[in-house]
T-cell receptor
Framework: GENVEQHPSTLSVQEGDSAVIKCTYSDSASNYFPWYKQELGKGPQLIIDIRSNVGEKKDQRIAVTLNKTAKHFSLHITETQPEDSAVYFCALNPSSGGYQKVTFGTGTKLQVIP | GAGVSQSPSNKVTEKGKDVELRCDPISGHTALYWYRQSLGQGLEFLIYFQGNSAPDKSGLPSDRFSAERTGGSVSTLTIQRTQQEDSAVYLC?????????????FGPGTRLTVL
């Protein structure tokens, strides 16, 4: 099966600073890379995603970059705010379309210090 | 519209008892997934259903775990003879392929505690 390694496992930043979370994968057929945010006591929620034909995507303070050659993708959060504190999971669909199993990373606990 | 709902939100049971966890997916979503999340850990895939196809049960940790999906909608995850190591949050997600991608919508989870 596919492996997704996610780093770091924990991350503390000062409010206003940037946070970067990186994931590496092994399956070159993967073509869809979502990021989920899980707040305490809730289920994960999709916050941004990127497809394999795009190198970067941005949505306000959140951006995701994808390097298919190196097989890694990263989540960038700028101007962090306390409400960004949560656990973030990267994920990927191992091949195009279908209802394939989604492989999740191990999660990064982000703490934004006011 | 309504999202994925799960019940109960919390379940405390004694070791050896059976439990049933329920998931109501988003209407029209043909795929349904169950995951297990232990405290502070990632998401462990358990099983998924897609339309009328046979479910993918490859993630079920033992034969004490089973799941069914009736009428292509509601799903029930059953754990028989519960053990303390079964204590975790059980998450359900549903999805609908759109544009070749699989965005999963998660429920709030059921927190299971086995005493």
């Amino acid at each position: 099966g596919e492996n997704v390694e996610q780093h770091p496992s924990t991350l503390s930043v000062q409010e206003g600073d940037s946070a970067v979370i990186k994931c590496t994968y092994s399956d070159s057929a993967s073509n869809y890379f979502p990021w989920y945010k899980q707040e305490l006591g809730k289920g994960p929620q999709l916050i941004i995603d990127i497809r394999s034909n795009v190198g970067e995507k941005k949505d306000q303070r959140i951006a995701v970059t994808l390097n298919k050659t190196a097989k890694h993708f990263s989540l960038h959060i700028t101007e962090t705010q306390p409400e960004d504190s949560a656990v973030y999971f990267c994920a990927l669909n191992p091949s195009s379309g279908g209802y394939q199993k989604v492989t999740f990373g191990t999660g990064t606990k982000l703490q934004v210090i006011p | 519209g309504a999202g994925v709902s799960q019940s109960p939100s919390n379940k405390v049971t004694e070791k050896g008892k059976d439990v049933e966890l329920r998931c109501d997916p988003i209407s029209g979503h043909t795929a349904l997934y169950w995951y297990r999340q232990s405290l502070g850990q990632g998401l462990e895939f358990l099983i998924y259903f897609q339309g009328n196809s046979a479910p993918d049960k490859s993630g079920l940790p033992s034969d004490r775990f089973s799941a069914e999906r009736t009428g292509g909608s509601v799903s029930t995850l059953t754990i028989q003879r519960t053990q303390q190591e079964d204590s975790a949050v059980y998450l359900c997600a549903s999805s609908l392929v759109s544009g070749g991608v699989n965005e999963q919508f998660f429920g709030p989870g059921t927190r299971l505690t086995v005493l």
